[in-house]
């Protein structure tokens, strides 16, 4: 039965991490997302974008079970991490963002230490068998963040403290710090400089090597940079979803042109 | 005859205001660009008249009285009236009253019946005058508010300014009160102190505020130690304290992180109603349930325990605050931002976790603030204690004793005839000056911390 269902996934789902089949979701009476399929694969930077409204921030709260804070919220579909239904009733929520991380489109940092709120979630799953270990987890983190050299000398400061674009590669840090399989992140670049932009540009480049790293933004360019696939979203539909390079240049669809071009958004 | 006065300033208000502001909309219809818009104009004239005829109306009322009574008094021969003592002098007052509303008991004398009849006739010219006055105050100023509409003149800055200034004076008004009944506070206290030393009243342990009633009693010096009183006080805290925070926190918590919106829906208004329960229906909860059930449990487990003790008032009193406590953690937990709830939960929290580690931090001074002033509630607190604590001061901490505390025992040291030249009456005040200042330092400690706390989250 297990083997079946591996060698099953070895055929049909190739490289597929997520897959979405049939994503409905509304907000009380507002039909948000409407039948929405989609493949997320590993090792690989898939970029959704579309104007605001549209339902990205919805999807990807989809993907690591945030709507289920919201009461209102009920999300219809099927959607698979590794072949295996997040939505199952085996599956623990808590476990599940254990694995998908999340970076927020406004900075979020606990009003802790910078250090603690890096560790926090390292803590919280038990990753660090010592201080030791858990120093080197919060450097490596902040490292990869870019923002270690402007927090080293006062990792035990409060982390609402910093500027909102420190803020927000703090909150990077905090996420990658748990070592999730999948990061997901909207609009992470919205409060930074081009210059930290860059760099957490760099950094998603990077985190591809290990995760599959699914990024909101509302900047084309960014999603040409950073991404191999891109999905449209309009109006709750995912319009069209392929290779970001064909996307950008070739779009198929009447209503991603008009977006590309600036007619509709 | 005030009503007539009110209606009259109402009117001449009203009317103030309807002349100005025809007038300048009149202007305006000539052609002329008027500075201000002509309601300013209206609104000017009302102001004009309606706050000095108010003012007039209101020291009319304050100073009739005594204006009367003194012109009343004048003439009686000095020796039945203007030699007596203040006591006395009250009852010829009350009793010439007494016949002037028609009530005459026994046969009174002729200058006491003289008097009445000056009485009455002295209400009636008072009131028409002042219905007089009232009139010409308000045709003056209307008349003056009239003239002084033109194209130039700014009315709107003369209205803002009256209204800035009536303003500054509702917030002055609260101001002078703190400080009139402080001060008032103080006096009597110093007055207390001369007849009993402070260190006596301070770190005395002796609660017997009795005073000889005849100056030959032996048996009656009395003694104003109020350290029992206080640490009664403390103890009560105390225990209201221990019962409220915890429920009231989990309370706040249940609400806040884990209730259905269909439980909240029913808990919370009944959390209002448990606050709004008047704090006598809490006391004679505490007397005839709380503490007859305590002793029966005692009773049952073999140990004594007095009809008031101090763990029944307490406990009551530790209910009583549980919807304070609560709503103000409630408070403070939602005020903590839905995007710290998100941040946690997608690391891979737990709603306990991400409560105990990053929403209850955030909140903790919003709480502790709250948590103070519930304090200063309870040792403030009077009708609970007065109904189940006791009223002999013991200097003692076990909660089953009874108790009693400082502000049971200002009722009781004010009950009853009162004059304000013995130390017995005067400790009222000394004690009500301790509390207020025991108070003060708390809700200055908690407002600290809220204020704290509103700065992290803006
Ligand atoms: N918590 C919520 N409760 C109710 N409706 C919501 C909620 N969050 C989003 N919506 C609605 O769902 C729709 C999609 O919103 P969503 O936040 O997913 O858009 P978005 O594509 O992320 O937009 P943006 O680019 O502006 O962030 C909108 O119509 C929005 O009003
Ligand atoms: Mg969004």
Redesign the pocket.
């Known amino acids: 039965m297990n083997d079946m269902t591996k060698v099953e996934r070895d055929l049909n789902m190739s490289d597929a991490k997520i897959e979405a089949r049939g994503v409905n979701l509304h907000?009380g009476t507002?039909h948000?997302l409407k039948d929405v399929s989609i493949e997320i694969a590993d090792r690989t930077v898939t970029s959704f974008i579309?104007p605001?409204?549209?339902?990205?921030?919805?999807f990807l709260r989809c993907l690591n079970r945030m709507n289920d804070t919201?009461d209102?919220c009920r999300v219809t579909g099927q959607i698979m991490l590794d072949g295996q239904d997040i939505n199952a009733a085996s599956v623990d929520p808590v476990q599940l963002r254990a694995q998908i991380g999340m970076v927020f489109?406004k900075p979020n940092p606990f009003p802790k230490s910078i250090y603690d709120n890096v560790a926090y979630g390292p803590k919280i799953h038990g990753l660090a068998k010592s201080k030791a270990d858990m120093d080197a987890i919060v450097e490596k983190a902040l490292r990869r963040a870019a923002i270690w050299d402007e927090v080293k000398d006062r990792l035990h400061e409060p982390g609402t403290g910093l500027s909102g674009g420190q803020q927000q590669r703090l909150c990077i840090a905090r996420a990658i710090a748990t070592e999730p399989e999948v990061l997901l992140m909207d609009e992470p670049c919205s409060a930074l400089d081009p210059i930290a932009t860059a760099q957490v540009e760099e950094l998603i480049d990077e985190l591809r090597r290990d995760y599959a790293v699914v990024i909101?933004t509302?900047s084309m360019q960014q999603a040409a940079r950073v991404s191999q696939k891109t999905a449209f979203?309009h109006l709750g539909h995912l319009v069209e979803f392929g290779d970001t390079g064909r996307l950008f240049t070739t779009p198929n669809d009447p209503r991603t042109e008009s977006y590309l071009t600036g007619r509709i958004g | 005859m005030t009503t007539f006065a009110f209606a009259l300033l109402f009117a001449a208000s009203v009317f103030g205001y309807a002349w100005n502001r025809q007038a300048a909309s009149s202007l305006r219809n000539d052609g002329q660009r008027l500075h201000s818009l002509s309601g300013f104009h209206g609104l000017y004239s009302f102001l004009c008249v309606s706050i000095p005829v108010f003012v007039l109306i209101l020291v009319w009322l304050v100073f009739q009285g005594s204006v009367i009574d003194w012109l009343v008094t004048a003439p009686i021969a000095p020796e039945n009236y203007a030699t007596l003592e203040t006591g006395p002098k009250q009852l010829v007052l009350a009793e010439i009253k007494s016949i002037a509303g028609g009530r005459i008991f026994g046969t009174p004398e002729d200058w006491k019946l003289a008097a009445a009849e000056r009485l009455i006739q002295l209400r009636t010219m008072s009131a028409w005058l002042l219905l007089a006055a009232v009139f010409a105050l308000a045709v003056t100023q209307v008349l003056r508010a009239r003239r002084r509409v033109d194209a130039d003149f700014r009315a709107r800055q003369g209205a803002e300014r009256m209204i800035l200034g009536l303003i500054q004076f509702c917030a002055i008004f609260a101001v002078f009160v703190t400080v009139g009944i402080v001060f008032s506070l103080t006096f009597e206290t110093i007055k207390f102190f001369r007849m009993v030393p402070p260190l006596e009243f301070l770190f005395g342990l002796n609660w017997e505020p009795q005073i000889p009633i005849r100056a030959d009693q032996i048996a009656g010096a009395g003694a104003f130690g109020w350290l029992p009183v206080i640490v009664g006080t403390m103890v009560i805290t105390v225990i209201a304290i221990l019962v409220a925070v915890p429920t009231g926190l989990l309370t706040a918590i249940y609400l806040n992180e884990f209730a259905s919106s269909r439980a909240r829906a029913i808990i919370k208004p009944i959390l209002e109603i448990l606050s709004g329960i008047p704090t006598i229906v809490y006391g004679f909860f505490a007397v005839l349930v709380v503490a007859p059930a305590m002793r029966q449990f005692g009773a049952d487990l073999g140990i004594a325990i007095s009809p008031n003790t101090a763990l029944a008032a307490g406990s009551v009193m530790g209910v009583m605050l549980i919807p304070f406590i609560s709503s103000f953690a409630d408070d403070a937990l939602s005020a903590v931002p839905q995007s710290l709830r998100d941040g946690a939960l997608a690391l891979g929290a737990t709603r306990g976790e991400t409560m105990l580690s990053v929403l209850f931090p955030a909140a903790i001074p919003g709480i502790v603030g709250g948590v103070l002033l519930a304090v200063s509630r309870a040792i403030g607190e009077t009708m609970i204690v007065v109904m189940a604590a006791g009223l002999i001061a013991n200097m003692t901490l076990n909660p089953l004793d009874s108790v009693t505390t400082v502000t049971v025992q200002i009722v009781t040291l004010l009950i009853g005839d009162t004059s304000f030249d013995n130390p017995k009456t005067l400790a009222a005040f000394a004690l009500g000056m301790m509390l207020f200042l025991v108070t003060l330092v708390i809700n200055i400690f908690a407002l600290r911390i809220v204020r704290k706390y509103r700065e992290i989250y803006d």
């Open positions: 907000y507002n948000a579309g605001s409204g549209c339902g990205k921030s919805s919201i209102i489109q909101v509302h979203f």
